[in-house]
């Protein structure tokens, strides 16, 4: 029996995984699957990329499709799940499985020709135990359920980091500047005579918990203002900042502030540069926040 591994460059890491459970944990041995992305297990030296793949693609005998948002963005991976329904769907001369990766989801994702297909998520322990009672089936051997089982979880424990930071990343991209303004003061009582203000939409749909502002100016940047020069944490509420704190919920949907204070230095030393960088948006620097999603019970660092 041999395995036709359709996946996307990018997620080789999760691949990886999924390539050592089929031979560990169902005895598909290393010579009958096809990964492009495995040396030694994809198109060898000197041959054609493109004719090596759809020669092996052809003669397998199950076309495993490991569907993640990046996959879906490739031309050639939409090609080779077209190309695996005709060959499950209307020739017959191939199974097809797939499984999907988060954040990529049924809704949004299994459209075109995998429209109605049915397909289990990487991490969900039925759709894995699914996809190995095929194999063995088709290929009459395997090992035994207690090494399965073995296999399954540790697979999962390693593939389940992987797909939270993903879905992590894919939350966090979705905390948007709001808006972003200079503030310039000549009143001496005003310690930070120039502040950066930058407010936050939480759009992720989801309570957050934010905290650990720092700013990092890089080499060319904008230096901040000692001793202390970032304001606490400020939410928004009823469109008015309320006191700041260290660490602040945010509910979805709603916004928070903070200001950086700048070293004045930076903008007397050379004003038309500086007013440029102003004017134009350009990076002055980078901000951390320490973010905690409830619903995912991991911190992640959101650089702006």
């Not at 966090?172 to 009582?189: G, H, M, P, T, W």
């Amino acid at each position: 029996m041999t395995v036709f591994v359709s996946h996307a460059a990018e997620d080789q890491e999760i691949v990886n995984h999924v390539v050592d459970l089929l031979q560990l944990g169902m005895g598909i041995q290393h010579d009958e699957i096809f990964c492009s992305s495995i040396r030694g297990m994809g198109t060898p030296n000197g041959e054609v990329f493109v004719k090596n793949i759809l020669e092996k693609f052809n003669d397998s005998h199950l076309i495993l499709a490991v569907l993640s948002p990046v996959y879906f963005r490739s031309l050639f991976c939409v090609g080779e799940v077209g190309a695996g329904q005709l060959r499950c769907q209307v020739q017959k001369t191939a199974a097809f499985y797939s499984l999907l990766v988060p954040p990529a989801n049924y809704d949004n994702h299994l459209k075109g020709t995998l429209y109605g297909v049915q397909s289990g998520k990487i991490t969900d322990t039925s759709a894995l135990d699914e996809l190995r009672d095929q194999i063995i089936a088709k290929a009459g051997r395997g090992p035994s359920t207690a090494i399965w089982n073995k296999k399954r979880d540790e697979f999962l424990a390693k593939v389940g980091p992987l797909i939270r930071k993903r879905e992590a990343d894919n939350l966090l991209a979705r905390l948007i500047v709001q808006e972003a303004y200079f503030s310039l003061s000549q009143d001496e009582k005003i310690v930070y005579k120039l502040k950066l203000f930058i407010v936050i939409r939480n759009r992720t749909g989801q309570a957050i918990v934010v905290e650990k502002p720092e700013w990092n100016p890089g080499t060319h940047g904008a230096q901040i203002q000692v001793p202390h020069a970032i304001s606490k944490l400020q939410l928004c509420a009823d469109r008015k900042w309320d006191d700041g704190a260290l660490r602040i919920s945010v509910p979805a949907g709603d916004m928070f502030r903070l200001w950086v204070g700048l070293d004045l230095s930076w903008l007397t030393r050379d004003p038309p540069k500086a007013l440029r960088v102003m004017r134009n948006g350009s990076r002055l620097g980078v901000l951390s926040l320490q973010v905690t999603i409830l619903d995912n019970q991991c911190v992640w660092k959101k650089q702006i």
